[in-house]
């Protein structure tokens, strides 16, 4: 539900702020305009200004990694045609140059979701269910800790470590 209400709101701002360029109500001389561009060292590209004006926005920074996913691509489904075509330049050679500019986000890596001292993949699921499992199943030696599931595994072996961990603090 959230990812519909997220996407409506940038489908909402998409279509209430995008405006085609103007040249008439361009601040910038026509000579500006015409200029050779400046490499790509020197200054970002109009899509990349244009790209950080929209996920400033869209509030890319404090969106969880999913909702990121969903600003990047709605940007470039429904931003990007309308740029290339005030650039003149086709649809696919557009995403081309954003994609290699900008590359999509990971859902897993962006928002750096943990489950104890494991990081997730996409959501913490499997950690979880290999931590219950062990809690279930009285393991208390990571050794035993074994599956088809990497990130169950990891999840068992977080239970058996805590478990090692507090037996010998109760020794001391």
Same mark, same amino acid.
């Given at each position: 539900m959230k990812r519909w209400?997220? %996407?409506?709101?940038?489908? #909402?701002?998409?279509? #209430?702020?995008?405006? =085609?360029?103007d040249p008439a109500?361009?601040?910038? =001389?026509?000579? %500006?305009?015409?200029a050779a561009p400046a490499s790509s060292a020197e200054a970002p590209s109009p899509t990349v200004l244009k790209w950080n004006e929209f996920k400033a926005k869209a509030g890319f920074d404090e969106a969880t990694p999913e909702e990121q996913v969903l600003i990047w691509e709605i940007y470039r489904d429904q931003f990007l045609?309308?740029? %290339?075509a005030d650039q003149g330049v086709t649809v696919d050679e557009m995403k081309r140059r954003f994609e290699t500019q900008v590359p999509r986000p990971t859902q897993g890596e962006a928002g750096g979701e943990r489950f104890l001292g494991s990081r997730c993949t996409q959501d913490c699921s499997g950690h979880e269910a290999g931590y219950y499992w062990a %809690?279930?199943?009285?393991?208390s030696d990571p050794d035993d800790c074994t599956g088809d599931s990497q990130t169950f595994v990891e999840g068992c072996q977080e239970y058996a470590e805590e478990r090692r961990e507090s037996s010998s603090k109760s020794e001391n």
């Open positions: 209400l997220v %996407a409506a709101s940038l489908i #909402c701002l998409a279509a #209430c702020d995008h405006r =085609p360029a109500r361009s601040s910038a =001389p026509a000579s %500006a305009a015409s045609p309308a740029i %290339a %809690a279930d199943n009285d393991i």
